[in-house]
């Protein structure tokens, strides 16, 4: 079974430019989430996808991010415009069901710079 | 709020000895919690999780982790460490709605041989 796959490993940017990260969860797995992880600190929670529809977007930092999942499979991450905050690891997961482990991605390395 | 603490950045221990990683948190109700690890170039990965039931829970791998209720606790251990366990490990926990992990900074295991 392929696990959560995640593209490009790494990215590097110049601030002002668009970014767009893309996720390919777990075959069957309705729920799909997004976390970053910044300048070697805790990882947070930036969305819930549950198939296409938006659950929980409390962790989005602003304006200048956009998730989609169209057709509930596969999901991307737009960073438009990118600043140099927006570097991190952004890492994706998927999960049967909320409430149960989450598989992770490798993770994309983003570097603005 | 809930919370996660990993209150050690980094921990050393000789190949063969036994190893303790902390892990504290904070979380109204019954808590959901779990130890990823995420190896060098490599997405994070699941060892074990506690939802109910016996206070030892095993996991991948050979680690153990010990729910305390009372400490509000959730240590991660394993009697003999390897070289190759050396990786960075992050304890969680499910959030009141459980539809996301709120995860600790993180705490890197060095073990030498």
């Known amino acids: 079974e392929a696990g959560v796959t995640q593209f490009p490993s790494h990215s590097v940017i110049e601030k002002g430019q668009t970014v767009t990260l893309r996720c390919d969860p777990i075959?069957?797995?309705?729920?799909l989430y997004w976390y970053r992880r910044v300048m070697g600190k805790e990882i947070k929670f930036l969305l819930h996808f549950v198939k296409e529809s938006k659950q929980d977007e409390s962790g989005m930092p602003n304006n200048r991010f956009l998730a989609e999942r169209t057709g509930g499979t596969y999901s991307t991450l737009k960073v438009q415009p990118a600043e140099l905050e927006d570097s991190g690891v952004y890492f994706c997961?998927?999960?049967?069901?909320?409430?149960?482990?989450?598989?992770f991605g490798q993770g994309t390395r983003l570097t603005v710079v | 709020a809930q919370s996660v603490a990993q209150p050690e950045d980094q921990v050393n221990v000789a190949e063969g000895n036994p190893l303790t990683v902390k892990c504290t948190y904070s979380?109204?109700?019954?808590?959901?919690l779990f130890w990823y690890v995420q190896y060098p170039n490599r997405g994070l990965q699941f060892l074990l999780k506690?939802?109910?039931?016996?206070?030892l829970v095993k996991g991948s791998y050979g680690f153990e982790a010990e729910f305390n209720k009372s400490q509000t606790s959730f240590h991660l251990k394993k009697p003999s460490a390897l070289v190759s366990d050396s990786a960075l490990y992050f304890c969680?926990?499910?959030?009141?709605?459980?539809?996301?992990?709120?995860f600790g900074a993180g705490t890197r295991l060095a073990v030498h041989p």
């Open positions: 506690y939802i109910t039931g016996d206070n």
């Open positions: 997961a998927s999960s049967p069901d909320p409430g149960t482990e989450a598989f």
């Open positions: 979380v109204s109700g019954n808590p959901y």
């Open positions: 969680a926990v499910l959030s009141g709605g459980y539809n996301k992990l709120i």
């Open positions: 075959s069957g797995h309705d729920n």
